[in-house]
């Protein structure tokens, strides 16, 4: 790698190495070098639980009402492979990538992980030439902008059903959960499904899946209870 695709990089990344090395590392794919040493894997698992991390405490900044379990959601969402493709696109660094010789970048890259593996490798590499993890916050930051939004929602969401079987064992009824209609495409479904509570229907929901059908009728039902 020449001095002109480390500037190259540096610009896009908005971090100036002062090892050139670890950012030539970051940038060798395993096909180029065996050697642990030589390419990026161990810079990507150390990536990976920086990207983790610093995912996380943003998505609690911006989000400090939100549930646990949506938090969680979010950040496997913002950490999976695609968002981290898309910004690695966006950025257009896969290029500069060394690959073995016969290789083929291009379905390397498209038949592979490599472009998320290289993300991680990238904010591995930052903090290991810097010693810095704000500085690998600030290029993850600036690359994932667009999902931290403050979207999360800020509520834990009402699991009816729950709600709803509490309500009848306390009251010593039974539930039971009776699927009516089933329309759509084979691909496409949608469910009618009733609730009955002693046998009798206390409330209808639809979805596209039986849980989130069963969820709606189960809300309607309790809507009844409550009047």
């Not at 016969?102 to 290289?118: D, F, M, Q, Y």
């Not at 959960?177 to 479904?189: D, F, I, L, S």
Request: glycine content about 6%.
């Amino acid at each position: 790698m020449n001095s002109k695709c480390i500037a190259a990089i540096e610009n896009t990344i908005g971090y100036v190495f002062r090892d050139k090395s670890i950012l030539i590392r970051a940038f060798t794919h395993s096909s180029a070098s065996k050697v642990a040493t030589e390419n990026y894997e161990s810079l990507e698992l150390l990536g990976d639980s920086i990207l983790d991390f610093i995912v996380a405490k943003r998505l609690m900044i911006e989000n400090p009402n939100a549930h646990e379990g949506a938090l969680t959601q979010r950040r496997s969402e913002i950490v999976s492979q695609e968002p981290l493709e898309r910004a690695m696109e966006t950025l257009g660094l896969a290029r500069y990538l060394v690959v073995g010789k016969g290789e083929k970048l291009e379905s390397i890259i498209r038949h592979t992980k490599v472009a998320s593996n290289l993300f991680e490798a990238i904010v591995g590499a930052i903090y290991m030439d810097s010693g810095s993890v704000d500085r690998a916050e600030e290029f993850i930051c600036t690359a994932l902008k667009p999902y931290f939004d403050g979207s999360v929602k800020h509520e834990e969401e009402r699991d009816f059903k729950t709600e709803l079987n509490e309500f009848a064992t306390r009251h010593k009824l039974s539930v039971q959960y009776v699927t009516v209609e089933t329309n759509g495409a084979p691909h496409e479904p949608t469910f009618v499904i009733d609730v009955l509570i002693d046998g009798v229907c206390a409330g209808r929901g639809k979805g596209k899946n039986k849980k989130s059908a069963q969820q709606q009728a189960a809300g309607v039902a309790l809507e009844h209870i409550a009047d």
